[in-house]
Structures are given as structure tokens and as C-alpha cells.
């Protein structure tokens, strides 16, 4: 499994776990819905700081 697909599953699993939209989790995380959604998808370009800082929430709220 490569990186996006892990980051991917990492995002479904915490938003089913606590049933979030990408709209809560863009603004428990301070970033874009828009962000959110492409990084969910796979698509769009996103910087190191931005996934550590999805991932940060992430593990803050698990």
C-alpha cells in the first residue's frame, strides 16, 4: 500500500469511527475542505506539513 492509499484509509477509518463529515474534519484540522477532499481522493497536490498536520489531528482525536 503506498503512502496516499494509506493516508486515504487513515482518513475514512477516523471519520467513520466518529461520524465526520469532511466539513468537521477540515475545521477540527484547520484546513480546507477542498484540502480534506483531495487528499481523501487522491487527487490534488498537498505539501509534507499539510498531511503531518492531518495526521497530527488525527492521532489527537483517536
Do not use: C, P, R
Not at 26 to 39: D, N, Q, R, W
Amino acid at each position: 500500500m503506498n503512502q496516499q492509499e494509506e493516508l486515504s484509509d487513515a482518513i475514512i477509518d477516523f471519520q467513520v469511527k466518529h461520524h465526520i463529515s469532511d466539513t468537521d474534519m477540515a475545521f477540527g484540522s484547520h484546513l480546507s475542505v477542498e484540502k480534506i477532499h483531495a487528499m481523501k481522493t487522491g487527487s490534488g497536490v498537498f505539501t509534507d506539513e499539510e498531511i503531518n498536520q492531518l495526521l497530527d489531528y488525527i492521532s489527537s482525536n483517536a
